[in-house]
């Protein structure tokens, strides 16, 4: 014997051998070593492991000490040797093989277990984790016959797993159980473009979708989802999380929280036990990346030594995926809060997101998406925590721009060398705007992109270019007067509505990436406005996006000054029958609804309506025939009717049937502001239709259509459209005006705003004498309703968005006091 | 000491959403932002009394549905010229499950 202490270290991974590194450091000679490793391998890099899969190292290149080191070091290496049990009163552990032996110190690094999802099937043949060499060789194997993979879990490990495997030529499906990829990393906008990135190298990814069972006899052949949902797949991969590896030490009567408690100093609870890695728990935390488990190697160095170190005082973390060609980094904290300011940029030329979140004067969090050079430069400042005070404004450029004088915003495009790009779409530089602005004396945007092009395709360098303008022109530049839609964006409404169709922006996230957006998910002004444009731009593609609409289109009925609700069914053309009303009765007195009335949209308005009696109160209008009448919708409101040529003396066409065939053609529809129509039989107008946004007077030679008319905050009789001869005519052209106000006008803006705005001439130009054109937006108008006309009451009584109308939960009155 | 009472899952409240939950002590908003981060704050906007779980949620904050006042759903307190607050709640959010501390709650009703 020599003597010398007995060190055994259990598991021989990342944390167990760095540890060592670390002793045999400062003092090599002061214990015989054997290290305990349950894998058949030598000392390699985990985190590598993702690199391996996607065939782009081997395992030889990722070990990091293969048998030589512990050769050299006199290190006794048992590997393929799991540790099952540990004797502290006799200083003992024992092993899978039998084998007992002594210590006089123990060092715990088991590191952690993946976490495989308690559903049926988790035990099937083609189930397996992400952890070890075997895992990759195993996945490796199953993708040589082709075929497809399930991956559960959308956090770095399992994207990691599916990019390899996609690498390896299987066909991919990540399902992951939040909305956003990396939620734990990434805020909703960098995600987004991670999917949009995954999906386009031919990954499916189904987000907000939780696994059920795994199918198969033997082998996996198919997972369910909650939904209902079955992926037929060869290979499941579960990426769900991992827990730290504590059963060993818990069992021995160590401390152990979620991770084995240790100090400092990484003692456990036991002094002549330690333990490292992402098996412990240090002050509350628990970790999953390397970077803290070097930092407690080096205490644990230490302490192994017996020198007094600084000790490990936890650590703040940083994340990248190790996906080639995707660059996402992430580091602190990136919530949002009214404590904090986010500053955000947004390159869409070049497919970068950056966010940076600012506390006080301190940078606390960083999302970075496309770009993540600047990011060790950012983990820098947010560990260090200083006063970033002089450098907020010019942050977000990065170091390049971080100099102390830089802080005016303009500083950091003045700081730019002139072959800079300005504009990627034309390729135009800094040099040659600003040429452009002193030669030809420019003093306008639009004279910068008449001359330039800059800014005039996408738009979205449209701040730089006026930056230039302001540093070319000083004083004498005077930006245009466009109001942006809201403080999200500087860009109004109309550019936005262009932009989303020449870019065919999709979604939200979309038009607020490539469009810059400086919030990282908009505002109550900006989101309804974008989802009503997508809406009515790509009404087969773009899924609605209900929580970025007022309370009244999300649970379509209209929120009263006590939070209960108001109901009213459409009555078509204001036209009703006994039946109708006795239903409607029956419904007031079975819920106890505490006021009808008569609106000023000849229907019926039943006020009062508690939030959870909603869907059983359409259930039963739903009955009588009732649908709708969207009283809440910037939408078709009401078609009023007067009685007409059925009954009236005077009436000359069947106004009232005209009218019911309006509302029947066009309800359901979406529109930038409420539209409501009508229809009288004469000209004695008793429907009242010159003050509507169409109105439709009857005569003896046809139909007169008036558009642009109001009678609320403002009032203005309408404006003529045209007179035409047939009620087809007649429809055709009340259509088309309404698609072209659906396709041109700003968000809440109503059609005599809007008609205002473009000129009463060139509408009826449009509408009256170009037939080309108004059969086309007829058509777009026909197709859309394709997909709008659907009775969301109908569509709610059978379980659509069940969450609206209940409470998440009733705390009870003994719940509550315990 | 805590009253932790769970009050369902953090997948039932949509992403930029919100739910509301029926308490002895008056209804409580429960929210979820685009970054996953989860708030409780009393539903009762501080102007007039305005149901704040159905109102559009922003960043860490919420727009009343009656009259546009926004609120942070942090401190409670109104944002930009408005003034006033509602109470906030601790909420905790472990495994997925959502857990509400009444007795936060309670002590906050009693003073
Ligand atoms: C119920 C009703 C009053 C009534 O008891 O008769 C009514 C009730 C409301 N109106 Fe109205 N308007 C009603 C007919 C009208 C009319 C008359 C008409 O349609 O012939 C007008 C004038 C015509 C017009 O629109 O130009 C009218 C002009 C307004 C305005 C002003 C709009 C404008 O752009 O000038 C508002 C405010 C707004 O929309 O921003 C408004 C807003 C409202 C809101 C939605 C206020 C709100 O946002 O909560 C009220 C909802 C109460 C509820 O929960 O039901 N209401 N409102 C009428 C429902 C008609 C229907 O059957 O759908
Ligand atoms: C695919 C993949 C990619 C990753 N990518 C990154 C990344 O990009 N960045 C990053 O920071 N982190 C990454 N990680 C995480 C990183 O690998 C871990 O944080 C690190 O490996 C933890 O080290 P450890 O020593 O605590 O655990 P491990 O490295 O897991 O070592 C524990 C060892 O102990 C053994 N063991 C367990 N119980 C016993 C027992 N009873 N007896 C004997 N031996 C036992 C195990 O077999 C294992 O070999 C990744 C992980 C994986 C799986
Ligand atoms: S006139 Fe004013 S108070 Fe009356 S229903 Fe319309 S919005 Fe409400
Ligand atoms: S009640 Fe909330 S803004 Fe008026």
Same mark, same amino acid.
């Given at each position: 014997m020599t003597g010398k202490q007995k060190l055994i270290v259990i598991g021989n991974g990342m944390a167990g051998c760095r540890a060592v590194e670390e002793l045999l450091a400062r003092t090599p000679g002061l214990y015989d070593i054997e290290i305990y490793g349950a894998?058949?391998?030598?000392?390699?890099?985990?985190?590598m492991l993702s690199p391996v899969l996607a065939g782009e190292t081997s395992f030889d290149e990722i070990v990091?000490?293969?048998y030589d080191w512990y050769e050299e070091n006199g290190i006794t290496l048992r590997s393929g040797e799991e540790v099952v049990g540990i004797d502290r009163a006799a200083r003992m552990i024992a092993t899978g093989k039998g084998r007992r032996v002594s210590y006089d110190r123990l060092l715990i690094a088991t590191g952690s277990l993946p976490f495989i999802l308690p559903? *049926?099937? +988790?035990?099937?043949?083609?189930v397996i984790a992400f952890r070890d060499i075997a895992d990759v060789r195993r996945m490796i194997e199953t993708s040589k016959s082709g075929g497809r993979a399930v991956v559960i879990g959308g956090g770095l490990l399992g994207l990691e797993a599916a990019n390899g495997l996609r690498t390896l030529g299987m066909d991919v499906t990540v399902i992951h159980?939040? /909305?956003?990829?990396?939620e734990r990393q990434l805020d909703e906008a960098a995600g987004f473009l991670l999917r949009r990135e995954l999906e386009s190298r031919g990954i499916e990814v189904i987000t907000g979708a939780s696994t059920e069972e795994i199918l198969g006899t033997e082998r996996v052949e198919a997972v369910r989802l909650k939904d209902g949902r079955v992926i037929a797949t060869d290979l499941v991969v579960m990426a769900a999380g991992i827990r730290p590896n504590v059963a060993l030490a818990r069992d021995a009567g160590l401390a152990c929280n979620r991770g084995i408690v240790v100090d400092d100093h990484m003692r456990?609870?036991? *002094?002549?036990i330690l333990a490292v890695g992402e098996c412990v728990e240090h002050a509350g935390q628990v970790y999953g990346l390397v970077a803290p488990i070097w930092e407690m190697c080096r205490a644990v160095g230490d302490t192994l030594a017996e020198r007094q170190g600084e000790g490990y005082r936890g650590s703040v973390v940083s994340t990248k995926l190790k996906v080639t060609g995707v660059n996402v980094f992430s580091a602190g904290d990136f919530a949002t809060g009214d404590d904090r300011e986010d500053i955000v940029f947004r390159d869409a030329a070049r497919g970068v997101y950056k966010r940076l979140i600012v506390a006080g004067d301190r940078l606390i969090g960083a999302v970075l998406y &496309?770009?993540?050079?600047?990011g060790s430069w950012y983990f820098n400042l947010l560990r260090e925590g200083g006063s970033i005070a002089d450098a907020r404004e010019t942050?977000?450029? &990065?170091? +390049?721009? +971080?100099?102390?004088?830089?802080?005016?915003?303009n500083a950091a495009v003045a700081a730019? *060398?002139?072959?800079?790009?300005?504009?990627g779409c034309n390729g135009v530089c800094k040099g040659t705007i600003v040429s452009a602005i002193a030669d030809k004396n420019l003093t306008t945007l639009d004279g910068v992109r008449a001359h330039t092009?800059?800014?005039?395709?996408?738009?979205?360098?449209t701040g730089l270019v006026e930056r230039l303008l302001v540093l070319t022109l000083g004083d004498g530049y005077n930006p245009a007067a466009v109001t942006p839609v809201?403080?999200?964006? /500087?860009? &109004?409404h109309d550019e936005v509505r262009r932009l989303i169709k020449a870019k065919e922006l999709k979604s939200i996230q979309a038009v607020m990436q490539e469009l810059e957006w400086k919030t990282s998910c908009g505002c109550a002004k900006c989101r309804p406005a974008l989802n009503y444009y997508l809406v009515c731009d790509w009404p087969d593609e773009y899924a609605d996006d209900?929580?970025?609409?007022f309370v009244n289109e999300r649970v379509h009925a209209n929120i009263q000054k006590d939070g209960t609700y108001s109901v009213v069914p459409r009555m078509w053309g204001g036209m009703t029958s006994a039946s109708e009303l006795r239903a409607i009765a029956d419904v007031v007195d079975k819920f106890g609804i505490p006021a009808v009335k008569v609106t000023g949209g000849q229907r019926i308005d039943m006020l009062g309506i508690r939030k959870e009696d909603l869907p059983a109160v359409w259930a039963d209008l739903g009955q009588a025939g009732f649908v709708s &009448?969207?009283?809440?919708?910037?939408g078709l409101r009401t078609v009023k009717t007067c009685?007409?040529? /059925?009954?009236?003396?005077?009436?000359?066409?069947d106004s009232t049937g005209f009218g019911i065939r309006l509302e029947k053609f066009m309800w359901g529809s979406w529109t930038p502001a409420k539209v409501k129509l009508a229809v009288s039989?004469? *000209?004695?107008n008793c429907a009242e239709a010159?003050?509507?946004d169409v109105g439709v007077i009857c005569v003896d030679s046809g139909y007169e259509i008036h558009f642009?008319?109001? +009678?609320?905050l403002d009032i203005k009789g309408t404006e003529k459209l045209g007179l035409v001869h047939t009620e087809d005519e007649a429809l055709e052209h009340i259509v088309a005006l309404v698609q072209m106000y659906r396709e041109q006008a700003?968000?809440?803006?109503r059609i005599y705003k809007w008609a205002k705005r473009v000129g009463y001439d060139e509408i009826r130009r449009q509408i009256m004498d170009d037939a080309e054109r108004r059969r086309s937006l007829f058509a777009r108008f026909v197709f859309s309703q394709k997909f709008a006309q659907v009775d969301p009451w109908s569509e709610r009584v059978s379980g659509k968005d069940k969450h609206e109308f209940r409470p998440l939960a009733e705390i009870g009155v003994s719940q509550a006091a315990e | 000491m805590e009253n932790w009472v769970e009050i369902g899952n953090l997948s039932d409240i949509p992403l930029r959403g919100a739910r509301c939950v029926k308490t002895p002590l008056g209804r409580i908003a429960v929210f979820r932002t685009a970054a996953d981060e989860v708030y409780a704050i009393?539903?009762?906007?501080?102007?007039?009394?305005?149901?704040?779980?159905q109102g559009i949620v922003h960043g860490a904050a919420v727009t009343c549905p009656l009259h546009n006042w926004v609120l942070s759903l942090e401190t409670g307190r109104a944002l930009g010229a408005d003034e006033g607050a509602v109470r906030t709640f601790v909420l905790k959010c472990e495994g997925g499950k959502l857990f509400l501390d009444m007795a936060s709650a309670a002590a906050l009703a009693a003073d």
């Open positions: 894998e058949p391998e030598v000392n390699y890099n985990r985190i990091i000490n293969g559903v *049926p099937g +988790a035990t099937l043949d083609g159980l939040v /909305d956003t990829l990396m456990t609870s036991d *002094p002549s &496309g770009d993540t050079e600047d942050l977000i450029f &990065g170091p +390049a721009f +971080a100099g102390g004088a830089a802080a005016d915003p730019l *060398p002139d072959t800079s790009e300005i504009c092009k800059a800014s005039a395709s996408c738009g979205s360098c809201c403080g999200c964006t /500087d860009l &109004g209900y929580q970025s609409r &009448g969207h009283a809440y919708a910037k009685v007409g040529s /059925d009954w009236c003396r005077f009436g000359t066409q039989g004469c *000209p004695r010159t003050c509507k642009a008319g109001a +009678a609320g700003r968000y809440l803006e | 009393e539903d009762r906007c501080p102007h007039k009394g305005g149901p704040l779980s």
